[in-house]
Nanobody, 127 residues
Framework: QVQLVESGGGLVQAGDSLTLSCAAS????????MGWFRQAPGKDREFVAA????????SYADSVKGRFTISLDNARTTVYLQMNSLKPEDTAVYYC????????????????????WGQGTQVTVSP
């Protein structure tokens, strides 16, 4: 069982930056590919970014490419989402998720492949 706890959300203005953190409780994430997803009111949950368990491969949604960066800490206990040049359309609840993974370089976009999810953190970007 992996417990994931997100933090770092908040209210910012358009153009600002924010970094979200997702910490694994009691274990490392060495065997897990990690992903960030988001869900805006009235919309389906959508993929944002993913990173392989080795950190060697990353994937991004087109809407955030060049603005967001996903990364792992050296201890493999925390995954980050650095968000720059935020836009009002980035407003959503952001969730991190863990995908138990043998493959070292798999960073999946499919939410159904993720095994564990955090509770979410709200990000609100004002115009």
């Amino acid at each position: 069982q992996v417990q994931l706890v997100e933090s770092g959300g908040g209210l910012v203005q358009a153009g600002d930056s924010l970094t979200l953190s997702c910490a694994a409780s009691g274990r490392t994430l060495s065997n897990y590919g990690m992903g960030w997803f988001r869900q805006a009111p009235g919309k389906d949950r959508e993929f944002v970014a993913a990173i392989s368990r080795t950190g060697g491969r990353t994937s991004y949604a087109d809407s955030v490419k060049g603005r967001f960066t996903i990364s792992l800490d050296n201890a493999r206990t925390t995954v980050y989402l650095q968000m720059n040049s935020l836009k009002p359309e980035d407003t959503a609840v952001y969730y991190c998720a863990a995908d138990f993974q043998w493959l070292p370089h798999r960073a999946t976009l499919d939410p159904s492949e993720y095994d564990y999810w955090g509770q979410g953190t709200q990000v609100t970007v004002s115009p």
